[in-house]
């Protein structure tokens, strides 16, 4: 029941796409659900996040969908670019004890 | 600019010869965290600390531990390494009572295990 499920595994899109990348989790208890990216080498850091009192979060090119009900959330990256390759994390926590539950990762390539 | 730090960014060693990784803070946030990462891999927690709180995750072996002499600094120590401990080992930090749960991670040390 902490387990954030993430989908695909990688991804391939063309410069200027639509990246989507899908997380779904099962404890009604979370009430943060961040997304990280992580350049190689580098630690991940904080891209943009949502809390389930709403549907949707944007920031920029970056867009959180959330459908609580489905116990679903999404990160769609518009008009990609080669400089957001990189691999994102969805992730979940609780307040109550502020652990990230991963999920297992997306490696996203841009091609120019 | 407030980050955090993490020495060496790079650290070789022998098979079952001592090593400390080291994270230092200016953020001065109360919560602090190790985490270990393998390629391709999200990060797996091994312990974290609220204030000077220790927690260690069940799943974390016996050969590593922390100390956390204040705020600002926190170190991990394993104390035998395997092969199996070749990784990334990121710090990051935390504030409670605060609404984002935004963890701030530091560069990481690469670890290589000879």
């Known amino acids: 029941q902490q387990q954030v499920k993430q989908s695909p595994q990688s991804l391939i899109v063309q410069k200027g796409g639509i990246s989507i990348i899908n997380c779904a989790y099962e404890?009604?208890?979370?009430?943060?659900f961040p997304w990280y990216q992580q350049f190689p080498g580098k630690g991940p850091a904080l891209l943009i996040a949502?809390?389930?009192d709403v549907s949707e979060k944007k920031e920029g090119r970056f867009t959180i969908s959330f459908n609580k009900s489905a116990k679903q959330f999404s990160l769609h990256i518009m008009d990609s670019q080669p400089g957001d390759s990189a691999t994102y994390f969805c992730a979940a926590v609780m307040d109550s004890n502020y652990q990230l539950i991963w999920g297992a990762g997306t490696k996203l390539i841009i091609k120019p | 600019d407030a980050m955090v730090i993490q020495n060496p960014r790079y650290q070789v060693t022998q098979f079952g010869k001592p090593v400390t990784l080291s994270c230092s803070q200016t953020l001065n946030h109360n919560v602090m965290y190790w985490y270990q990462q393998k390629s391709s891999q999200a990060p797996k927690l091994l312990f974290h600390y609220y204030d000077k709180d220790f927690n260690n995750e069940a799943d974390t072996p016996d050969n590593f531990q922390s100390r956390r002499p204040n705020t600002s600094f926190c170190f991990l120590d394993i104390r035998s390494p395997g092969l199996g401990d070749a990784a990334m080992y990121l710090c990051?930090?935390?504030?409670?009572?605060?609404?984002?749960?935004?963890?701030?991670f530091g560069p990481g040390t690469r670890l290589t295990v000879l």
């Open positions: 990051a930090t935390g504030l409670t009572g605060v609404k984002s749960n935004e963890q701030f």
């Open positions: 949502i809390r389930p």
């Open positions: 404890n009604t208890a979370f009430d943060y």
